[in-house]
């Protein structure tokens, strides 16, 4: 398999060379099954799962006839908390439940570096150099991305650590979607047009990743 490679830029959107991608993790085998069970878990452990309706037993009222059986032209009624009678109970509502699913370790890792190949194969891999604002601004941010080539495009940036200037700066922008470095999912990726990752952030996916 050939070396995959991808742009280094500076800040100032100059053009650095190009730095080796891990092929354990940019030069795999898609595998589409095991994205879609990787976006399947990413999706269903975010919901909380409390929708909630009274059925017949929660709600005022009790097994009394409401009117009598027969001689007033409506449908017989045993009770006024059944579906069928207004401010009764609801039939088959939902109910309080757990959405999370699980996936194996090994499964994930596939997935998330099937999501990583298909994003290398179509060279929307970008390094940065490095990334830190002394304030935060958002346009400082959006400069950015202007000088790579990345404005208007839905842009997954992927930092080392955790940098609260920086978490400001890209917060309020609708196509930047930041995270960390270890944290990084199949479903932020396959979301994604391009992949901006600084050096930092490269180097602790190959230590988290990479056996």
């Known amino acids: 398999m050939s070396e995959i490679n991808a742009r280094v830029c500076g800040l100032d959107g100059a053009d650095k060379g190009t730095t080796s991608l891990p092929e354990a993790l940019f030069g795999q085998q898609v595998h589409e099954h095991l994205l879609y069970l990787s976006v399947k878990r990413h999706l269903g452990n975010q919901r909380q799962g409390n929708a909630k309706v009274k059925s017949r037993g929660d709600v005022s009222g009790g097994t009394r006839k409401p009117f009598r059986q027969k001689g007033?032209?409506?449908?017989?009624q045993g009770a006024n908390n059944t579906p069928?009678?207004?401010?009764?109970?609801?039939a088959f509502g939902p109910k309080p439940r757990d959405y999370r699913t699980d996936l194996p370790k090994q499964?994930?890792?596939a997935a998330l570096a099937s999501a990583l190949s298909q994003m290398a194969s179509a060279n929307a891999v970008t390094v940065l150099e490095s990334l830190a604002f002394p304030e935060p601004k958002t346009r400082q941010m959006v400069e950015v991305l202007e000088r790579l080539g990345l404005a208007g495009k839905r842009t997954l940036l992927v930092v080392g650590q955790a940098d609260a200037n920086l978490l400001k700066s890209c917060r309020n922008m609708p196509d930047l979607n930041m995270t960390l470095a270890h944290q990084v999912n199949a479903y932020e990726l396959l979301n994604s047009d391009a992949l901006l990752v600084t050096a930092d952030g490269l180097e602790?996916?190959?230590e988290v990743f990479v056996k």
Do not use: F, I, N, S
Request: avoid cysteine.
């Open 72 to 76: 007033t032209g409506r449908a017989r």
């Open 84 to 90: 069928l009678m207004p401010g009764g109970g609801r």
């Open 107 to 109: 499964q994930r890792r």
């Open 204 to 206: 602790r996916m190959k």
